[in-house]
């Protein structure tokens, strides 16, 4: 008769048969809400409508690709840049990776944007996708500057991001040993915690002194994962640094 294993048997097995698996384990997955803690301020209000500078009004250049890009918040908070509202990025919450936007792409270096009206958002948009992109002001951009180059309204824009982004298994970036952090790493994380994401469709952008600032990740005009057509960023071997969670805005 075969006896049953001990609770300590067992647990000695579990932990050899881990041994026995990759040297250099994925990193965990993140929770849907991409953040460590997102609450959404009682008095949160949509942002004014803006005049786009005229030299930035492309209309002209039809979508070849689609790019979303997924910011890391802490680099932002450090630098005070990309992010216009620090004081609900930063301080009121304490978020991971975040959504910068989704972008329309043309085949070369021109891309479309500002193209029609980009009026006000609603105070419920920007209440339904604040943990998603927790900035009022970036959201007016965001819509402003590329939601109008393919959508009929703002609720549509963001419902498309929404779609992409909530299918986004995003990979827990600061289990990485510091000393492995590489761009390799990153796109491998990415790649690993989404089947069908090829590492070639995940572009890892870098602020300066090698922070990690972006990952941008391509889209056919069918929505299918696609290699970048413009590369993927810096080489797999490239050292870079990553800010922690709750690193405070700079001053």
Excluded at 20 to 47: D, K, M, N, T, Y
Excluded at 70 to 90: F, T
Excluded at 179 to 204: C, E, Q, W, Y
């Amino acid at each position: 008769m075969i006896r049953p294993l001990s609770r300590a048997a067992a647990l000695a097995l579990l932990l050899g048969l881990a041994a026995c698996g990759s040297a250099v384990p994925s990193p965990p997955v993140s929770s849907a809400a991409g953040a460590a803690r997102c609450e959404i301020p009682a008095r949160l209000a949509p942002a004014r409508p803006y005049d786009p500078p005229a030299d930035e009004i492309v209309r002209d250049v039809e979508t070849a690709y689609y790019l979303l890009a997924v910011s890391w918040s802490p680099q932002a908070c450090r630098s005070g840049k990309d992010y216009p509202d620090p004081n609900l990025q930063c301080r009121d919450n304490r978020f991971g990776l975040t959504l910068h936007g989704l972008w329309p792409n043309g085949p070369d270096r021109r891309h479309p944007r500002y193209c029609g009206p980009g009026p006000a958002l609603q105070p419920e948009t920007v209440r339904a996708n604040f943990c998603m992109t927790p900035s009022p002001r970036l959201m007016q951009h965001e819509w402003a500057a590329h939601g109008t180059c393919g959508w009929s309204s703002p609720e549509a824009y963001f419902a498309q991001a929404a779609t992409l982004w909530n299918g986004l298994a995003r990979p827990d970036l600061e289990a990485v040993p510091a000393g492995r952090l590489t761009a390799g790493a990153v796109r491998d994380a990415f790649a690993r915690a989404n089947p069908g994401l090829p590492r070639s469709a995940v572009t890892v952008v870098l602020a300066e002194d090698d922070w990690l600032r972006e990952v941008r990740l391509c889209y056919s005009t069918a929505w299918a994962p696609m290699a970048c057509p413009r590369g993927t960023g810096p080489s797999d071997r490239r050292k870079i640094r990553l800010a922690p969670t709750g690193t405070a805005t700079a001053r």
